[in-house]
């Protein structure tokens, strides 16, 4: 852990490796924002933001926590989670996870006060705005199946607040629960700018995505059986692993997946790892689903 309220506020900020990647800024994030600050020892705009960010982070006093890579002391590691879409071309860029994956950046030098509202704003998405406990009781009733009740309570939280991303996105899926997928995409295409790219937003997003393409799957056994025919058949592969999701069986799901991008990790532009990160943004990021397969798909791309 990066440290509590009443740990040194030098707690706030760790130097991060290839090596504790994932347990300080992936698994740390899953309850407090992290900020990611990538920068190097030649870099001078480094030398000027690094400061301001540990400043910013050390007054938040642990809402925020802050991580420091050396990308010359870690190209693999940059160089992997810039395969992943992080735009890693030119430092310092700063990248802020929240709830396991990235949820806000920016990149070169920028005054101090556009830092100080960028933490400040980070900081913020760890807060419930005291409707935490009817947000996780509409979450309760979704995972009961009473998706009309969840949407109801979900339309009330943002009565109260109309840029809660949590209650958003849950009452998008709360239409998604219900067959109603034109109505979930309406609401997609309406959310606040503020919330766009929101975690929960974008894991509604990407159930809507999934719940598409399950309209769209072919026969379970039909599509095992080609693969079996011909295990290098990575069009039946990737649509087999869209059958078995539509029918629940996502870890499958993800085996089929993971299998298709060992044979041929670019095979129509990536579309295996983009599938891969498509269901892991639709589930829980606690989900260990999600936490088996971003390691086996990372463990594949260092290797």
Not at 76 to 84: D, E, G, K, S
Not at 110 to 118: I, L, N, R, T
Not at 260 to 287: G, H, S, V, Y
Request: proline residues 5%; charged residues 20%; aromatic residues 6%.
């Amino acid at each position: 852990m990066f440290g509590t309220e009443t740990t040194p506020a030098q707690s706030y900020v760790k130097d991060v490796t290839e090596a504790n990647f994932m347990a300080e800024v992936v698994d740390a994030s899953m309850a407090t924002p992290v900020i990611v600050d990538f920068w190097a020892p030649w870099c001078g705009p480094c030398k000027q933001l690094g400061p301001m960010l540990e400043e910013a982070v050390n007054a938040a006093k642990g809402k925020v926590l802050m991580a420091k890579i050396n990308v010359d002391d870690n190209q693999r590691l940059a160089q992997a989670l810039a395969q992943q879409g992080l735009p890693l071309q030119s430092i310092p860029t700063v990248v802020a996870f929240f709830e396991g994956r990235p949820v806000d950046m920016f990149q070169g030098a920028v005054p101090a006060s556009q830092v100080k509202a960028f933490v400040e704003k980070l900081a913020a998405l760890a807060g419930d705005g005291g409707l935490g406990e009817a947000i996780a009781a509409a979450e309760e009733m979704l995972a009961q199946g009473a998706a009309v009740d969840a949407a109801e309570t979900f339309a009330a939280i943002l009565g109260e607040e109309p840029e809660n991303a949590e209650a958003y996105g849950g009452l998008v899926r709360a239409h998604l629960a219900t067959g109603n997928l034109d109505q979930a995409e309406q609401l997609l295409a309406a959310t606040p700018e503020k919330i766009a790219t929101a975690a929960p937003v974008e894991a509604a997003r990407a159930q809507l995505a999934l719940a598409k393409q399950a309209a769209e799957a072919g026969p379970l056994d039909d599509l095992k059986a080609k693969i079996e025919a011909n295990p290098d058949d990575h069009q039946a592969r990737f649509d087999y692993a869209t059958a078995l999701h539509a029918a629940g069986q996502v870890e499958e799901a993800v085996e089929q997946l993971l299998e298709l991008f060992r044979r041929d990790r670019e095979w129509n532009e990536a579309a295996a790892k983009t599938q891969l990160f498509t269901i892991f943004d639709a589930l829980k990021p606690t989900d260990p689903i999600v936490a088996k397969g971003r390691r086996r798909l990372s463990s594949m791309i260092f290797a």
